[in-house]
């Protein structure tokens, strides 16, 4: 196919060494019929454990909240937290195609310590269940527990090191690539549910190349062919993991404003702030998905970095990580109660 790129990508040197390893891990641990080969992801998924002792800091501790399935989230507490009167909470969930990583891998470690520092917040990165032995709707029934779980008082109260000036009424969804998938589908839920919760109250969604997919190809996904860690191969190969069993990509989770789309209009979403990078082949229904945002009436607010790739801000050296970090820490203060 030919390119009809007017910018061609340049990466430094280090960055570009990662994300070739980082794309031979993704495609040699994928099997042929559908599995991942757990053991030869854990040699090169570098997991860290929390810090119960300030590191850069901030502290981190794992908390069980759903002990039948065995699934926790990593608390960040940032460095003399209780100096302020509250603090907003950021529930993160990380990217790696609903089949891949966790919150304990050292990239998602960082990134949620740097965001529990530089914006003052406390941030719960959520363990949730992995596909294909955990198939849809597990990964969004696991975040609904944890809004849940944050909800009832006798649950934070039990939390060694919850501080006490966390703020359950200022709470932030966040995601990158499927955890963003993840965060925007549990907005939905918190919605048609709000009711349920006594105290707990989402004060914006941090949607970060959200995860999409659809029968339909649309422009970005075949112009941008060979770039960085995503591809159409790699992406139909973790939807089908993801899917139950005869499911398409039109399926209201995947195609999330496609032919099967959930019903919005009348639903009362958080404010949005969604970002897309230029180099990213999901590009073109992010961007159909800022659209169908606003036509829903939601608020929205896209930013888009022309030269940035899929995931580029779990590379600390892409100045756009820096950007990234800023903007949201304006959202926040915008949007918190
Ligand atoms: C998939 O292949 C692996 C390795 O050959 C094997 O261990 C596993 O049992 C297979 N799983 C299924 C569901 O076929």
Same mark, same amino acid.
């Given at each position: ?50 810090? #119960?002792?300030?590191?850069n ?34 529930v ?12 304990a ?26 596909? #294909? ?21 006798h ?7 919850? #501080? ?6 200022t709470?932030?969804?966040?995601g ?22 006594s ?10 190349? #959200? ?37 398409d990509l ?25 970002f ?8 073109d ?6 659209e ?24 600390p ?20 109660f």
């Amino acid at each position: 196919m030919a390119a009809k790129k007017t910018q061609s990508l340049t990466l430094p040197f280090k960055t570009r060494v990662q994300v070739a390893l980082l794309g031979l891990v993704i495609d040699g641990v994928r099997r042929n019929n559908g599995t991942i080969n757990r053991g030869v992801m854990k040699l090169f998924d570098r997991r860290v454990p929390a810090k #119960p002792i300030s590191s850069n800091s901030v502290s981190s501790h794992d908390v069980v909240f759903d002990p039948s399935n065995n699934l926790w989230f990593r608390l960040f507490v940032p460095h003399k937290a209780d100096i302020v009167a509250s603090l907003p909470i950021i529930v993160f969930f990380h990217g790696g195609g609903f089949s891949l990583l966790s919150a304990a891998s050292s990239v998602y470690d960082a990134v949620c310590r740097r965001f529990a520092r530089e914006l003052k917040v406390v941030v719960c990165s959520v363990e949730y269940r992995l596909s #294909p032995e955990q198939k849809f709707p597990s990964q969004y029934d696991d975040g609904f527990s944890v809004l849940k779980f944050l909800d009832k008082p006798h649950n934070r109260r039990d939390i060694p090191h919850w #501080p006490g000036n966390a703020d359950v009424s200022t709470v932030f969804l966040a995601g990158d690539s499927a955890g963003a998938n993840l965060a925007h589908h549990l907005s939905v839920s918190y919605a048609k549910s709000s009711s349920s919760f006594s105290l707990l109250k989402l004060a914006g969604l941090i949607n970060i190349q #959200p995860f999409l997919g659809g029968k339909e190809r649309v422009n970005s996904e075949v112009e941008l062919e060979g770039m960085p860690i995503v591809s159409l191969e790699r992406n139909d190969w973790m939807w089908k993991a993801f899917l139950p069993e005869g499911k398409d990509l039109d399926h209201w989770a995947v195609n999330v404003c496609g032919p099967n789309a959930l019903d919005i209009r009348g639903l009362e979403l958080p404010p949005v702030l969604l970002f897309v990078g230029g180099f990213d082949p999901m590009k073109d229904r992010q961007k159909k998905y800022y659209e169908w945002l606003r036509r829903n009436d939601k608020d929205v607010k896209l930013v888009e970095y022309s030269d940035a790739i899929h995931a580029f801000y779990i590379f600390p050296q892409l100045p756009h990580a820096n950007l990234l970090m800023a903007e949201i820490k304006d959202f926040i203060n915008k949007h918190k109660f």
